[in-house]
């Protein structure tokens, strides 16, 4: 169905403001925000406009009870100038999984990404065109109700973000193996992009980095045995025979990028094993000179090589090759986004002008 969207465009653009060689991650924002509002029953007061500070109420429930979720995606543009979405059905149907959890209300899937293509249209110059620049979208819905008392809201916004990125050039991470606090446990939320689970997260983080480690990789919550992730990447495992990758269990994120690099790997003849992938196993085939690359998965930094991990005391330091398995999987991924590489799972969805729409 059509949607019809409020569209107020800013006077004047900022674009020209921006140095897109240089940008620093979550700091620069596109000229116009989508937003919508729940009034209890449906999806209101649909508009695109310049973005701008938003008052709100002190009691505003998501700030009280933490009913707030988000997405995160990123666009890019072919080379004959058009907008190019991906996977955005996969992000459309993850942000009802999590609202689902969360009580919140579910976004058409069809409202969801004809959000996403007008605010693309509209910023369409925001999108970079250099090799592994995007235009970052963070769709993020909230609890919107003025009310002190624990239940659900009744009324929530929605809005979709637009951030120009740059590439991400990313040094190996080293990671600490957390055997104290959790992220995640069975029948938790730790499937659902929630806002609370990045504060929860956020101590233990800090106690990495004091040790010396960049980011935390989260172990199950009953035995500390089984790997889950790490920071907000899924986390890989390439060995000699295969490549090793938790399953979706219920306490991890359905990463998209995941996905994709999954169908990768086996399109590039490479035998994954999703399931339950103990740390005692990777410390084994580190012992026996099995484990070849390591390496996190996500939208932001799309991979993230990991070349040293800590456990029990002990430092176990993996090759992070610059023209490796993880290497190949970065720019398999950034050119199909792109349009450079041929996408074979129609992956990339096209944004053309509607000319009807966008008035
Ligand atoms: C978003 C996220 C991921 C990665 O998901 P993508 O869809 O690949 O971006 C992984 N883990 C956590 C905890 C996340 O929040």
């Not at 979405?85 to 004809?114: G, V, Y």
């Not at 070349?307 to 090759?321: C, E």
């Not at 190949?328 to 002008?353: A, F, T, Y």
């Amino acid at each position: 169905m059509a949607y019809s969207i409020k569209i107020t465009k800013a006077a004047q653009s900022k674009v020209s403001e921006v140095d897109f060689s240089n940008i620093p991650f979550g700091k620069i924002f596109s000229d116009h925000i989508f937003v919508a509002d729940y009034d209890g029953k449906q999806w209101t007061n649909l508009e695109i406009k310049p973005l701008e500070k938003m008052p709100l109420h002190p009691a505003t429930m998501a700030w009280h009870y933490g009913q707030a979720i988000f997405e995160g995606m990123k666009a890019g543009k072919s080379a004959d100038g058009v907008p190019l979405l991906f996977r955005p059905q996969l992000h459309a149907q993850r942000m009802n999984a999590s609202a689902k959890r969360m009580c919140m209300p579910e976004i058409p899937e069809d409202l969801f990404i004809q959000a996403l293509e007008q605010l693309l249209l509209i910023d369409k110059d925001w999108i970079p065109t250099q090799s592994d620049s995007a235009l970052y979208l963070r769709p993020v819905m909230m609890a919107t109700d003025e009310f002190i008392g624990v239940r659900s809201s009744e009324t929530f916004r929605f809005m979709i973000l637009a951030l120009p990125s740059g590439p991400y050039y990313n040094k190996p991470v080293g990671l600490w193996v957390e055997e104290h606090f959790v992220r995640a446990a069975d029948g938790g939320v730790g499937e659902a992009k929630a806002a609370g689970n990045y504060g929860a997260a956020l101590y233990p983080t800090k106690l990495a980095r004091d040790k010396g480690y960049d980011q935390v990789m989260w172990m199950d919550a009953r035995d500390f045995k089984y790997v889950q992730e790490s920071g907000t990447m899924n986390v890989f495992f390439l060995t000699k025979n295969a490549v090793l990758t938790p399953n979706l269990s219920g306490t991890i994120l359905r990463g998209i990028t995941r996905d994709s690099i999954i169908q990768i790997l086996k399109d590039n003849g490479y035998k994954v094993e999703e399931r339950p992938v103990s740390i005692d196993e990777i410390i084994e085939a580190h012992t026996k000179g099995e484990l070849l690359e390591v390496f996190g998965t996500g939208t932001a930094a799309v991979i993230a090589q990991i070349h040293r991990i800590g456990y029990h005391g002990k430092d176990y330091h993996i090759n992070a090759p610059e023209d490796g398995v993880a290497a190949m999987l970065k720019s398999s991924i950034n050119g199909i986004r792109q349009g450079r590489l041929q996408d074979k799972h129609d992956w990339v969805w096209p944004v053309e002008q509607k000319s009807a729409v966008l008035a």
